[in-house]
Nanobody, 130 residues
Framework: EVQLVESGGGVVQVGGSLRLSCVASGFAFDDYAIGWFRQVPGKGREGISCISSSDDTTYYEQSVKGRFTITRDNAENTVYLQMNNLKPEDTAVYYC???????????????????????WGQGTPVTVSS
């Protein structure tokens, strides 16, 4: 079965850290760029960090730059998002998504309507309490 499964979300206080994981199965993981996206009720899903298939290119949305780090382990079919210095505005459901590696990490994250993302996980909620 082709799927992405996220984990690691939860409730954390302001300034705390979480590490999200996205485990892929059923497809050639190292042929795909992977991204982390988030969505709050009433707003569209936004790309916040993406990584190329070969791990040599990353993209970060401005609001998370310097606080979040995306990495991938192709041997384990897993992508991680280390989130530090969390803020209340980081509260959202976080999704991982996969797109063909013919597209850059930037395009996976920032394309209009996220149209280059082919596969989505079910999401993991993150709540940052003040």
């Amino acid at each position: 079965e082709v799927q992405l499964v996220e984990s690691g979300g939860g409730v954390v206080q302001v300034g705390g850290s979480l590490r999200l994981s996205c485990v892929a199965s059923g497809f050639a993981f190292d042929d795909y760029a992977i991204g982390w996206f988030r969505q709050v009720p009433g707003k569209g899903r936004e790309g916040i960090s993406c990584i190329s298939s070969s791990d040599d290119t990353t993209y970060y949305e401005q609001s998370v730059k310097g606080r979040f780090t995306i990495t991938r382990d192709n041997a384990e079919n897993t992508v991680y998002l280390q989130m530090n210095n969390l803020k209340p505005e980081d509260t959202a459901v976080y999704y991982c998504g996969a797109g063909s590696d013919i597209y850059s990490a930037y395009l996976i994250c920032q394309a209009d309507q996220l149209r280059y993302t082919e596969l989505w996980g079910q999401g993991t909620p993150v709540t940052v309490s003040s």
